[in-house]
């Protein structure tokens, strides 16, 4: 099973709230199935809570609308039951991790 076809399939387009459409009817309408998702990536299990990962994102030349959308998003996530949504941060330079099991001779650490 492709995960990102499906995720797509399952979340489709996102829409913004327009003067026409009031930003509930946007959260609405744009509601992922996540709890969908994990049921058919998960079919032998019982899904309690769905935790979702994420970072606020900044506007960028290429990309003024990118918070806008985000919240629109978001607030649709916490429209789904068992669905809780926590905050991190983007790493924007180059960090060097330890490998878990470095090769004898070889690199200990890796870049990411």
């Known amino acids: 099973m492709d995960l990102i076809a499906d ?4 979340t ?3 829409e ?3 003067p026409d459409r009031s930003v509930s009817e946007a959260v609405q309408e744009n509601r992922p199935a996540l709890g969908a998702l994990c049921a058919r990536l998960l079919p ?5 809570r769905i935790r979702y990962f994420t970072a606020t994102v900044s506007a960028r030349p290429d990309n ?8 629109v998003y978001l ?11 926590h905050y991190g941060h983007y ?22």
Do not use: F
């Open 44 to 48: 032998k299990d019982r899904i309690n």
């Open 75 to 85: 607030r649709a996530l916490e429209t789904i039951p068992g669905l809780s949504i």
């Open 91 to 112: 790493l924007t330079h180059v960090t060097r991790m330890p490998l878990a099991n470095p090769r004898r001779g070889g690199a200990r650490t890796v870049e990411s």
């Open 12 to 14: 489709g387009p996102l």
């Open 16 to 18: 913004l709230a327009s």
């Open 64 to 71: 003024p609308d990118a918070p806008q959308r985000q919240q």
């Open 7 to 10: 995720l797509d399939q399952l």
